[in-house]
């Protein structure tokens, strides 16, 4: 399974029923992945290919269904969200970055994270961000969210103060780093719209996200469980391998493939 696949499978788990991938000309793999193959689907019900047959098609779960829009050129993940206006219209949306990875071993993809944000954002009205705790050395590395003192281990839930941007280890107000998944309230979409290029002359969703910071309140929710990164080499083969072991078909063997590796 994909990392893309795993990103699906957890909004499909929130109820998130119309899942749009912004992708660019060269990935048009991805939209064929998730396309329905008939040829290939034929094939395996010839040869009794069973198992093989309902994995292809439990690709797109039942109920969902995913457009794909494309981003003509890498002006940032603000500008990839403003590709899917069209479809979305003024409505509040989810954003989920498809290289972070939230470990379904370690949640109830129905009840925790993106399930909980969606369910909180509908009882409050009020734009989530997933922060997830990296060690004090590490926060330079990531964009992180100031909430004032609050003890955001009470209800898992806590008011955004501001954000920054990688800040200096003396100077970061917490440990708290952004984690791949956003609910956005309607608002939005209006400052998206009139966000000047930043960092890189690109459109920031960042940016949009403190000046909607200045208009109305915004909460960050504490991950259940954990993440991966596999947007570095390191963390993308650490997640293969962490899914890999817990795989019902594989894991033992793979476990004690790896035993005859260490010295």
Known sequence: MTSLNINVVEEAAAVINNIILVTHASKNSIENHFDKSFELEAQ???????????EVRSITPKGTTIISVRQSSALGLGHAVL???????DKPFAVLLPDVLVDKYQSDMTRDNLARMVQRFEETATSQVMVEEVPKHEVSSYGVVDINGQDISLTGFANVKRMVEKPDIEKAP????????????????????????????????TDAMHNLLRSEPMETY?????????????????????????EPQLGQQLKQFLKTLVV
């Open 83 to 89: 590709c899917a206006k069209p479809i979305i219209g």
């Open 222 to 246: 504490k991950i259940a469980g954990r993440s991966h990164d596999c947007g570095n080499k390191l963390g993308y083969l650490q997640a293969n391998i962490e899914y890999s072991l817990l």
């Open 174 to 205: 917490s440990n708290l780093a952004i984690t791949g998944r956003y609910v956005l309230s309607e608002k939005i979409w209006e400052i998206l719209e009139r966000t000047a290029p930043g960092a890189g002359g690109e459109i920031q969703l």
């Open 44 to 54: 395996l019900e010839k040869r009794v290919k069973r198992s093989l047959l309902e």
